[in-house]
């Protein structure tokens, strides 16, 4: 886990870069509680039956998200407002997840629609925030991560995009590349095909695994036209394509689209080693 745990060396050795880690997301989760105190206000950090940390973990992922979107925005050169924005949404996209998931679940146990479920979580999402009277472009920006996302992120891929659609392909990105708060799975050879896979192909494999998730996958062929996963990992790559361009394009840099994950995250140990949100 990156802010908790180490993962790094030996965990009986005392740790410059643990500390300087804690640090880093203590003075993150700090600059940015305002948007935090949502996650407060909707339960997530009260212990319940099944876990005394209840929904922290939610938190976790949703900070860890803050550096490597700002990696992306940095090198895309969105202008600071857009950023902002950027930050916030990233830290509630899945404020959410309580409700999913319960959703989701009572779907399973009664044989309806998982996918319907989804969709329904997303509608009570969205009008929390607009309650909440979170930013519009905020809610937008939140709107554009996972398979209920794909037709939007999709028709962004061949045009000239706004500062605030690029925020909104970096966000989608980088949920598609995060696994709870795990720093990003290095790139493989796959040994039955010999091709390169990155941690947006092994997060999406390790989705397929999850039961709720297997029928939801299934119910994508009715929506999309295809199993739900097969068309988030291609609209993921093409996203990743698409931030590799624009990179090159804005900072000069060429990093191969399949390398973009592994890169994020040495950038952002490279923040947390020299202090610098
Ligand atoms: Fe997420």
Same mark, same amino acid.
């Given at each position: 886990m990156i802010i908790m745990e180490s993962?790094?060396?030996?965990?009986?050795?005392?740790?410059?870069?643990?500390? #300087?880690?804690? /640090?880093?997301?203590?003075?993150?989760a700090l600059s940015l509680r305002p948007t935090l105190n949502i996650h407060k206000a909707?339960?997530? +950090? #009260?212990?319940?039956?099944? /876990?005394?940390?209840?929904f922290r973990n939610v938190t &976790?992922?949703?900070?860890? &998200?803050?550096?490597?979107?700002?990696? *992306?925005?940095?090198? %895309?050169?969105?202008? /600071?407002?857009?950023?902002?924005?950027?930050? &916030?949404?990233a830290i509630l996209h899945d404020? +959410? #997840?309580?409700?999913?998931?319960?959703?989701?679940?009572?779907?399973s146990e009664q044989g309806t629609s998982i996918w319907a479920a989804f969709a329904r979580a997303s509608e009570e999402f969205r009008?929390?925030?607009?309650?909440?009277?979170?930013?519009?472009?905020?809610?937008?920006?939140? =709107? =554009?991560?996972?398979?209920l996302?794909?037709? $939007?992120?999709?028709?962004?891929?061949? #045009?000239?995009? $706004?500062? *605030?659609?690029?925020?909104? *392909?970096?966000l989608h990105y980088v949920?598609?590349?995060?696994?709870?708060?795990? +720093?990003?799975?290095?790139?493989?050879?796959?040994?039955? $095909?010999?091709?390169?896979?990155?941690? %947006? /192909?092994?997060r999406m494999d390790a989705c397929k695994e999850r039961p709720l998730y297997r029928q939801l996958d299934i119910e994508g062929n009715a929506h999309l036209g295809e199993g739900t996963y097969a068309a988030v990992l291609r609209v993921g790559h093409a996203v990743e394509a698409k931030l590799s361009h624009l990179i090159r394009l804005k900072s000069g840099k060429s990093i191969p689209p399949v390398n973009l994950p592994e890169w994020i995250d040495t950038e952002v140990r490279t923040a947390i080693e020299t202090g610098s949100e």
């Open positions: 993962q790094d060396t030996d965990p009986h050795a005392p740790n410059a870069f643990e500390q #300087k880690k804690r /640090d880093f997301f203590r003075r993150l909707l339960g997530l +950090w #009260k212990a319940d039956n099944r /876990d005394r940390h209840g &976790e992922h949703c900070l860890v &998200e803050v550096p490597r979107c700002r990696v *992306l925005a940095e090198h %895309l050169r969105l202008p /600071d407002a857009v950023r902002k924005k950027l930050d &916030e949404a404020a +959410w #997840k309580q409700q999913e998931i319960l959703l989701a679940r009572q779907a009008a929390f925030l607009v309650e909440q009277h979170v930013d519009p472009d905020v809610i937008e920006l939140t =709107g =554009g991560i996972g398979h996302s794909l037709k $939007t992120v999709e028709s962004l891929l061949e #045009k000239h995009c $706004t500062p *605030l659609e690029e925020a909104m *392909l970096i949920d598609d590349i995060s696994r709870n708060s795990d +720093w990003v799975a290095p790139a493989t050879i796959q040994s039955a $095909t010999q091709q390169k896979v990155n941690a %947006l /192909d092994l």
